[in-house]
């Protein structure tokens, strides 16, 4: 059963920028798909990015803003994110799944295995 952690959540102003981590108990080679949702209060978890293999996908919302990134050498998961805005204020989850991706959309229906969540908080 694999295990992954996330950290580097924590608060900024609108227009700063946070590096989340993600570090899994095993290979990251293991996962063909990597991503990272969020959830903010009182709305359902939405896709943020994914890797399906070496393929990025970006929700409309963080295009340009946010980047996701693999080491494998490492097992960790990646996201930058820069020029923050309060609507980004959420808990981030990292997923993962031994196979490829499902479908063209970030969907949670791709994923086995999940973090506990850091939060994100952006303060305007």
């Known amino acids: 059963q694999a295990q992954l952690v996330e950290s580097g959540g924590g608060s900024v102003q609108a227009g700063g920028s946070l590096r989340l981590s993600c570090v899994a108990s095993e290979y990251t080679s293991n996962f063909g798909c990597m991503g990272w949702f969020r959830q903010a209060p009182g709305k359902e978890r939405e896709g943020v990015a994914r890797i399906n293999k070496e393929v990025t996908d970006y929700a409309d919302s963080v295009k340009g803003r946010f980047t996701i990134s693999k080491d494998n050498a490492k097992n960790t998961l990646y996201l930058e994110m820069i020029s923050l805005k309060p609507e980004d204020t959420a808990m981030y989850y990292c997923?993962?799944?031994?196979?490829?991706?499902?479908?063209?959309?970030?969907?949670?229906?791709?994923?086995?295995?999940w973090g506990p969540g850091t939060q994100v908080t952006v303060s305007s």
């Open positions: 997923a993962a799944a031994r196979g490829y991706c499902l479908g063209r959309q970030i969907s949670q229906s791709s994923y086995t295995y």
